[in-house]
């Protein structure tokens, strides 16, 4: 049985299930809003930048320094049209993302996690998913990746509070992706030298519907 704790704009803590996954389809409209209208908006960094190829450092102050990070990329996200970002997404070298996204069921998804940490996917949710994927930070190229359609991620809110989130699906996809991001990979990196060479052929031929940092 759910905690009866409601998510406040602020930042408050999100109900569990009987297993101790947060709840994060409830309330989605005005717990994404009240973030995204406390942020700003920043561009995107994009494939060739070098903190998105490193480890980023583990989230320790969680502080309002780090809300005002979150909120920020959740306007990012928002300016972006994305379902996820990483911090380094907007050059921030910390482990966070955020997250807005639909699962297979319809179901949407809100919420934050730092210092995520993929759990090991148990054998009998082992089915791949070869679905195409795109990233913000690889814009306007798109590529199929076999991925598990089933994710568990442990962390802490931006308040530093334990949390678990799970996602099946396109939700679970978008978990693994964006816990990639804060340990340095892009999904190209786990393509094919040919599927990654025509992605960022795409790329070079496409031109991105939001802004991003030019790499030097």
């Given at each position: 049985m759910a905690q009866d704790t409601e998510q406040q704009?602020?930042?408050?803590?999100?109900p569990v299930d009987d297993e101790g996954f947060v709840i994060d389809t409830e309330d989605c409209e005005e717990r994404e809003t009240a973030y995204r209208e406390r942020g700003t908006s920043r561009p995107i960094t994009v494939v060739g930048n070098p903190v998105l190829h490193k480890e980023c450092k583990d989230v320790t102050a969680f502080d309002d320094e780090l809300a005002q990070l979150v909120a920020d990329m959740f306007a990012s996200q928002r300016t972006a049209e994305g379902v996820g970002l990483a911090a380094n997404q907007i050059g921030v070298d910390l482990k966070v993302f955020v997250y807005d996204c639909m699962d297979d069921e319809g179901r949407r998804h809100?919420?934050?996690?730092c210092n995520p940490v993929l759990r090991e996917v148990p054998a009998d949710r082992r089915q791949l998913d070869e679905s195409n994927e795109g990233c913000l930070s690889v814009p306007t190229a798109y590529a199929e990746l076999a991925r598990p359609d089933y994710a568990e991620v442990t962390g802490q809110d931006e308040k530093g509070n334990p949390v678990k989130v799970r996602g099946t699906g396109y939700f679970s996809r978008c978990l693994q992706h964006e816990t990639d991001h804060l340990y340095g990979y892009l999904y190209i990196d786990r393509l094919s030298k040919r599927d990654r060479k025509?992605?960022?052929r795409q790329m070079e031929e496409g031109t991105p519907r939001y802004p991003v940092v030019p790499n030097d």
């Open positions: 704009a602020s930042g408050g803590v999100l809100v919420g934050a996690i025509d992605a960022l």
